[in-house]
């Protein structure tokens, strides 16, 4: 019901009452991860936060969707811990109604058959060997396999048959992803990526020849030098199409690997009759300006769909762009977002939709499928039509009946850099005349991360209380080049801190925040950068940190493989940077801290262990530094439970009350 005009009210930012509580941050959200076709129906997977935030399995219908049925029984909870971030968790069987997925209690994948209980296909491990990135083929399930039964993780491409049993098929890499297999069942193709490198930084192509019953071996490979390949996909018996950066941001491009299939690779090829692949090779097909690509910090990521047809592709810089390629002659040839194309070809290029977000999940005869968030959506499954371009609401991730409180972000920049704001709003209230609000500045994770324009239920959490929040994309972010990216290599607590600060007086020379009142928060690496700017800044009255990085020392020795020497490229390797890693640590400057700091830890992170917040918080106490600290029994790197969200959301909004002196006897309720 809205409020009619004579209810407005006038008050101070701050002390603005708002619906849209810390619980129904935590219990209104249903977030999807996957989705997939299967005939008329619809499969996605959605976390259940009144069954212990578990992630089920919801199966619906696209001529009729709706509240849909719960396929998968408690207390099955799909998540894959490859990496320790996961993903590609589960996949269908095309050819009948069996669903395939990875247990997170067990790590095990299993096969769920309706009407029975679901079975284990893969042996008992306690959860030392990890299935992720599963992909469903004629022959079997392929997955990366990571064995974790050693000090040394080894992983690998195997296949899966319907009845258990299993084939290693390449072990060619330290890291893999995306898994594919020709149509004919010979070739095999992933990406591969080895230690120091992350997967947006420099990876290499592999193509498998798995032979005629023989043993599988190389026959071709791309080796990225410092360029990032991704998502290769099979669109044609012999041609791959897959992004590359190497043109400075990343595009599509298609790759005939006919010579390589016709070189006589087979059985008897071995390694060193692998062909090797130059970035020449690689032919144009779709190229918008921004990026057809990201970080692949959880597998079986998307940037484009397609068939002999047609191409569906994500695009991302401040905004995200759904892009689709169609060419009548049923030949996808080089293209621009203009509509540019060879004169042999008829293509065609539409932009259908520009959004906060997108994710991409599945191409089907007559729709596509995907998630998609907005300044105006906080966040839905949508089915696209290939035809008309219709988007039709399959199931929706918020569950709120406070839409009206609901901030409505944008993009814009401030200080030289692109950022996200989102301010303060409530239907309610307005502010008194010429009081400037005060402002949480968020630095995102990753640090390869962005910060997209969403609606967003923990933005609003604070902008319908009268707090704005502006999210930052400094250098180091996605979603703006490989030279944006690069900014921060080398130079992680630093570039980041400055484009902050920058970004930060921009907003107040624009006139509008506070400049007593602002406040820095992030999670993980955005805990660290949050820290860092507390150390060598004077422009935040406090910050929070959730799970950050404090001791870059302990970091490298405490961490898991998957960022083992991520902190090589961002700071530089050890024992060569010793000096840079400890001078950078925010564990080692908690002298230089002026202002009050908050702590939110798990005691069961993985990747930012607790005693890094444990000690950080012992040596602001030897500083004589205010802080409140708040460690979450069963959370690891990212919250999950209710009561761990509510109470670290009630805490950090307390927290900046108090610090910006909002007298709580004058918040309305």
Same mark, same amino acid.
């Given at each position: 019901?809205?409020?009619?005009?004579?209810?407005?009210?006038?008050?101070?930012?701050?002390?603005?009452?708002?619906?849209?509580?810390?619980?129904?941050?935590?219990?209104?959200?249903?977030?999807?991860?996957?989705?997939?076709?299967?005939?008329?129906?619809?499969?996605?997977?959605?976390?259940?936060? *009144?069954?212990? $935030?578990?992630?089920?399995?919801?199966?619906?219908?696209?001529?009729?969707?709706? +509240?849909?049925?719960?396929?998968?029984?408690?207390?099955?909870?799909?998540?894959?811990?490859?990496?320790?971030?996961?993903?590609?968790?589960?996949?269908?069987?095309?050819?009948?109604?069996?669903?395939?997925?990875?247990?997170?209690?067990?790590?095990?994948?299993?096969?769920?058959?309706?009407?029975?209980?679901?079975?284990?296909?893969?042996?008992?491990? $306690?959860?030392?060997?990890?299935?992720?990135?599963?992909?469903?083929?004629? /022959?079997?399930?392929?997955?990366?396999?990571?064995?974790?039964?050693?000090?040394?993780?080894?992983?690998?491409?195997?296949?899966?048959?319907?009845?258990?049993?299993?084939?290693?098929?390449?072990?060619?890499?330290?890291?893999?992803? /995306?898994?594919?297999?020709?149509?004919?069942?010979?070739?095999?193709?992933?990406?591969?990526?080895?230690?120091?490198?992350?997967?947006?930084?420099?990876?290499?192509?592999?193509?498998?020849?798995?032979?005629?019953?023989?043993?599988?071996?190389?026959?071709?490979?791309?080796?990225?030098?410092?360029?990032?390949?991704?998502?290769?996909?099979?669109?044609?018996?012999?041609?791959?199409?897959?992004?590359?950066?190497?043109?400075?941001?990343?595009?599509?491009?298609?790759?005939?690997?006919?010579?390589?299939?016709?070189?006589?690779?087979?059985?008897?090829? $071995?390694?060193?009759?692998?062909?090797?692949?130059?970035?020449?090779?690689?032919?144009?097909?779709?190229?918008?300006?921004?990026?057809?690509?990201?970080?692949?910090?959880?597998?079986?990521?998307? /940037?484009?769909?397609?068939?002999?047809?047609?191409?569906?592709?994500?695009?991302?810089?401040?905004?995200?762009?759904?892009?689709?390629?169609?060419?009548?002659?049923?030949?996808?040839?080089?293209?621009?977002?203009?509509?540019?194309?060879?004169?042999?070809?008829?293509?065609?290029?539409?932009?259908?939709?520009?959004?906060?977000?997108?994710?991409?999940?599945?191409? !089907?005869?007559?729709?596509?499928?995907?998630?998609?968030?907005?300044?105006?959506?906080?966040?839905?499954?949508?089915?696209?039509?290939?035809? *008309?371009?219709?988007?039709?609401?399959?199931?929706?991730?918020?569950?709120?009946?406070?839409?009206?409180?609901?901030?409505?972000?944008?993009?814009?920049?401030?200080?030289?850099?692109?950022?996200?704001?989102?301010?303060?709003?409530?239907?309610?209230?307005?502010?008194?005349?010429?009081?400037?609000?005060?402002?949480?500045?968020?630095?995102?994770?990753?640090?390869?991360?962005?910060? *997209?324009?969403?609606? $967003?239920?923990?933005?609003?959490?604070?902008? +319908?209380?009268?707090?704005?929040?502006?999210?930052?994309?400094?250098?180091?972010?996605?979603?703006?080049?490989?030279?944006?990216?690069?900014?921060?290599?080398?130079?992680?607590?630093?570039?980041?801190?400055?484009?902050?600060?920058?970004?930060?007086?921009?907003?107040?020379?624009?006139?509008?925040?506070?400049?007593?009142?602002?406040?820095?928060?992030?999670?993980?690496?955005?805990?660290?950068?949050?820290?860092?700017?507390?150390?060598?800044?004077?422009?935040?009255?406090? !910050?929070? +940190?959730?799970?950050?990085?404090?001791?870059?020392?302990?970091?490298?020795?405490?961490?898991?493989?998957?960022?083992?020497?991520?902190?090589?490229?961002?700071?530089?390797? /050890?024992?060569?940077?010793?000096?840079?890693?400890?001078?950078?640590?925010?564990?080692?400057?908690?002298?230089?801290?002026?202002?009050?700091?908050?702590?939110?830890? !798990?005691?069961?992170?993985?990747?930012?262990?607790?005693?890094?917040?444990?000690?950080?918080?012992?040596?602001?106490?030897?500083?004589?530094?205010?802080?409140?600290?708040?460690?979450?029994?069963?959370?690891?790197?990212?919250?999950?439970?209710?009561?761990?969200?509510?109470?670290?959301?009630? +805490?950090?909004?307390?927290?900046?009350?108090?610090?910006?002196?909002?007298?709580?006897?004058?918040?309305?309720?």
């Amino acid at each position: 019901m809205k409020e009619s005009p004579q209810d407005v009210v006038t008050a101070p930012y701050g002390t603005w009452s708002s619906p849209l509580s810390a619980a129904e941050v935590a219990t209104g959200a249903a977030p999807i991860f996957e989705a997939a076709f299967r005939g008329e129906h619809v499969y996605y997977s959605a976390k259940f936060p *009144t069954e212990n $935030s578990r992630t089920g399995l919801v199966r619906t219908s696209l001529p009729h969707p709706g +509240s849909g049925e719960r396929i998968l029984p408690e207390p099955f909870n799909i998540r894959s811990a490859v990496h320790e971030y996961g993903g590609g968790a589960w996949a269908l069987d095309p050819d009948s109604e069996i669903v395939y997925f990875v247990n997170a209690a067990d790590q095990r994948v299993w096969q769920l058959i309706p009407g029975r209980s679901p079975h284990a296909l893969t042996p008992e491990t $306690s959860g030392l060997i990890r299935y992720g990135d599963l992909h469903m083929t004629p /022959w079997g399930l392929l997955c990366v396999r990571e064995d974790c039964r050693s000090t040394v993780r080894r992983r690998s491409i195997v296949l899966i048959t319907r009845f258990g049993t299993m084939r290693e098929l390449a072990t060619q890499a330290h890291f893999m992803a /995306w898994p594919r297999i020709s149509a004919d069942g010979r070739l095999l193709t992933f990406i591969g990526w080895e230690h120091p490198h992350m997967p947006w930084d420099e990876t290499s192509l592999w193509v498998i020849d798995l032979g005629a019953g023989g043993d599988p071996s190389v026959a071709a490979v791309l080796h990225g030098d410092e360029v990032a390949l991704l998502q290769p996909e099979f669109s044609g018996p012999a041609t791959l199409r897959l992004c590359s950066d190497h043109q400075g941001h990343w595009a599509l491009y298609e790759l005939d690997l006919g010579d390589v299939v016709g070189s006589g690779a087979g059985a008897a090829s $071995s390694a060193a009759e692998a062909v090797d692949l130059s970035l020449t090779d690689l032919r144009p097909v779709l190229d918008t300006g921004t990026e057809i690509g990201g970080p692949l910090w959880q597998l079986g990521a998307l /940037w484009h769909l397609g068939d002999g047809h047609e191409v569906w592709a994500h695009a991302q810089s401040d905004m995200a762009a759904l892009v689709r390629a169609r060419d009548t002659a049923a030949t996808v040839a080089t293209a621009t977002l203009t509509g540019e194309a060879t004169a042999a070809s008829a293509l065609v290029v539409e932009e259908i939709a520009t959004l906060g977000s997108i994710e991409l999940h599945d191409l !089907g005869r007559t729709h596509v499928l995907l998630t998609a968030k907005s300044p105006d959506c906080p966040g839905a499954l949508i089915a696209v039509d290939r035809a *008309t371009g219709t988007f039709t609401e399959i199931a929706t991730e918020r569950l709120d009946a406070h839409a009206d409180y609901y901030a409505h972000p944008h993009t814009t920049v401030l200080g030289g850099v692109p950022v996200v704001l989102h301010p303060p709003h409530n239907p309610r209230f307005i502010a008194l005349g010429r009081e400037r609000p005060p402002y949480v500045v968020i630095a995102h994770g990753g640090p390869t991360g962005q910060a *997209t324009a969403d609606m $967003s239920a923990r933005m609003s959490f604070f902008a +319908s209380r009268g707090i704005g929040v502006m999210e930052v994309n400094y250098g180091g972010s996605t979603g703006f080049g490989r030279a944006w990216r690069e900014r921060l290599r080398g130079q992680w607590g630093i570039v980041d801190v400055a484009d902050i600060v920058a970004a930060v007086q921009g907003l107040i020379a624009a006139g509008l925040a506070d400049p007593l009142r602002i406040a820095i928060s992030g999670g993980s690496a955005g805990g660290w950068t949050a820290l860092s700017a507390l150390i060598s800044s004077d422009v935040f009255a406090c !910050g929070t +940190s959730y799970f950050g990085v404090t001791d870059l020392m302990r970091f490298v020795v405490d961490t898991h493989d998957f960022e083992r020497h991520y902190v090589d490229g961002l700071v530089g390797p /050890w024992p060569e940077a010793q000096d840079a890693l400890f001078s950078r640590s925010p564990i080692h400057r908690t002298s230089d801290i002026r202002v009050p700091v908050a702590i939110m830890q !798990g005691d069961r992170d993985p990747i930012v262990p607790p005693n890094q917040a444990q000690e950080f918080v012992d040596m602001l106490r030897l500083a004589g530094v205010e802080y409140i600290y708040r460690l979450y029994k069963g959370e690891s790197h990212g919250f999950v439970r209710t009561e761990t969200i509510i109470d670290s959301l009630e +805490s950090e909004f307390g927290f900046y009350v108090d610090v910006f002196g909002i007298p709580r006897s004058r918040r309305h309720r």
